[in-house]
């Protein structure tokens, strides 16, 4: 069965420290790869996402994802983080069967 | 575009009693989503639609709750009799080919059930 595995349940971390957020999915063919921000109190908003090309993906607010195909990963990255950051960060993948499956989330906590 | 629409926001209710959630997706969308999210089981989806067809409903939790869509515009999930341990967020999202599956989300409703 396809599934998508977030490593990192809950991450904390001081201001202008570096992200990086683990992404790994269990399917082999074609695949659409997302993630997803949920601010407190707030629903989900795309921070990016990859669907072919490039495989380092940059999105809003200085975030980047590298699609390493062979590792199967999709990890989020973000060189500094503020404490604006502090959010739940979903990673989501679509295969050619269309249905989207969701990571358990990582809460990023960020330290002022 | 005021992307997706959800109602009510905020609903509390009491046990036994029928549920009613509403969405309004974004219009041209041809797919919608219903999901619960929890602190203990995270974001589920519950079951999807494409052009109005249930596609997936494996999701759903149990037969108390059921989910329509009758036009391209609306959509209801509705519990009924709703318990305790349904209190959720639940949120309503769409997307359109266009947007390379992207799912565009609603505000949710916050739902407890007393």
């Known amino acids: 069965a396809q599934s998508v595995s977030q490593h990192n349940h809950h991450v904390i971390l001081s201001e202008a420290a570096s992200l990086e957020l683990g992404c790994n999915y269990s399917?082999?063919?074609?695949?659409?790869l997302f993630w997803y921000v949920q601010y407190p109190g707030q629903h989900l908003q795309l921070l990016l996402k990859?669907?072919?090309?490039?495989?380092l993906v940059k999105g809003i607010k200085g975030f980047e994802a590298e699609f390493i195909k062979s590792k199967f990963s999709f990890n989020l990255r973000k060189p500094s983080v503020q404490w604006s950051d502090t959010a739940e960060y979903f990673c989501a993948v679509i295969s050619s069967a269309s249905k989207i499956i969701f990571g358990s989330g990582t809460r990023l906590s960020i330290r002022p | 575009d005021a992307g997706v629409i959800q109602s009510p926001r905020h609903e509390v209710t009491e046990m036994g009693q029928e549920v009613t959630l509403r969405c309004k997706p974004i219009s041209g969308h041809n797919s919608l989503f219903w999901y619960r999210q929890t602190m203990m089981r995270g974001l589920e989806l519950l079951i999807y639609f494409n052009n109005n067809v249930p596609i997936d409903d494996s999701g759903m939790p149990e037969d108390r709750f059921s989910a329509k869509m009758p036009n391209a515009s609306f959509s209801t999930l509705k519990i009924q009799p709703s318990e305790p341990r349904d209190s959720a967020v639940y949120f309503c999202?769409?997307?359109?080919?266009?947007?390379?599956?992207?799912?565009?989300f609603g505000p949710g409703t916050r739902l407890t059930v007393l």
């Open positions: 399917y082999g063919g074609t695949v659409n």
């Open positions: 990859y669907f072919s090309g490039d495989p």
């Open positions: 999202a769409s997307s359109g080919l266009a947007e390379d599956n992207e799912q565009f």
